[in-house]
């Protein structure tokens, strides 16, 4: 009778970038609002690294309900041209519900969109988030509430789920009327690293 051979080691994963950059941007991917719909909100901010370095080829995606809380977006994000192939973007009129944007030479990305409505009863609106960045094994989920919802946060479960010292860093920061500041830290200390959210 033989031995039995020696289990063999599991592959390792293949990181998720930053070859995407190359082929999933697409043009005005940042430009979720109707061109000149008077409701519109920049939201913008960096990705940085544990160290707290800049990451300049990372890939954020946003996922929204529209003003109203539906989550039923236009379809249109990549359309194409006809004659060409190429991908032409957005419309310009419809709000699709989705963006996505490549960050730049130092680490920044924003997105023009509309403020998000509840699209459930009892829960605060949010902009969810997908990142993907080089040294990832997966992509990241996350979201985005805006400060003046503050009132329905109190009773959103998912939020209300995290400790305290956590919950600020799913908040953006107004800096201005219609401006939000929002840093997505991939590692970090307690109360530094960005919440990340598991779906199974």
């Given at each position: ?18 070859f ?7 043009p ?54 006809p ?111 960005t ?6």
């Open positions: 009778m033989g031995t039995s051979p020696a289990p063999l080691e599991p592959t390792p994963s293949q990181t998720v970038g930053p995407y950059g190359y082929a999933l941007p697409f005005g991917g940042e430009e979720l609002a109707p061109a000149g719909h008077p409701g519109t909100i920049t939201v913008h901010g960096h990705v940085y690294d544990g160290a707290g370095t800049s990451v300049p080829d990372a890939l954020v995606e946003i996922w929204q309900a529209d003003e109203s809380g539906s989550l039923e977006g236009a379809p249109g994000s990549l359309r194409r041209d004659v060409t192939g190429a991908v032409v973007g957005r419309n310009g009129v419809d709000f699709t519900g989705f963006a996505r944007i490549a960050t730049d030479a130092s680490g920044r990305w924003f997105v023009r969109t509309l403020p998000p409505g509840p699209h459930r009863e009892g829960r605060a609106p949010y902009l969810s988030v997908c990142v993907f960045a080089r040294g990832l094994l997966h992509h990241m989920f996350t979201r985005i509430y805006l400060p003046e919802h503050a009132a329905a946060l109190a009773a959103d479960p998912v939020f209300g789920e995290l400790p305290e010292e956590r919950r600020r860093t799913l908040v953006a920061v107004e800096e201005r009327p219609g401006v939000y500041r929002f840093d997505i830290r991939l590692q970090g200390g307690a109360g530094e690293e919440v990340f959210l598991d779906f199974a």
